[in-house]
């Protein structure tokens, strides 16, 4: 398994008001914005990506940290034989992912996800 891409999500019930700053000064792209969370960063080849959200999806809450990796199911059997409680999912989401949350060691709420092919 190879990690793809981190991504930092900020708890906000205000995603809008990261536009002005992101975008409008900072002169991030949208690069999504399904209501409930907007993902900024660039059209260009980038690795960072900041999203801010109301919600995490799907009644869930929002994770303090996002990794995308190539194979989902190797990093659950990771998670699973470390002996690490599975918090949600894994789950086919209607946006197009497939994923689970867990906790870190510092009791941050990360979520493990992989993009539908």
Known sequence: MKVKRIVA??????????RRF???ILGLDLLMD??????YG????????????EQGGSG???????????DLDEALERV????IAVEYGPAD???GVRR???RDPFGKLVNILAHAA
């Open 80 to 83: 699973k034989k470390a002996g």
């Open 100 to 102: 689970f949350y867990v």
């Open 42 to 53: 660039s059209q260009e080849a980038m690795t960072v990506q900041i999203s801010f959200a």
């Open 22 to 24: 992101y975008h409008d």
């Open 60 to 70: 869930t809450p929002v994770p303090d940290l996002s990794i995308e990796v190539d």
């Open 34 to 39: 399904i209501g409930w969370i907007a993902t």
């Open 93 to 95: 989401e209607p946006w």
């Open 9 to 18: 999500n900020i708890d906000t019930p205000n995603v809008a008001a990261a």
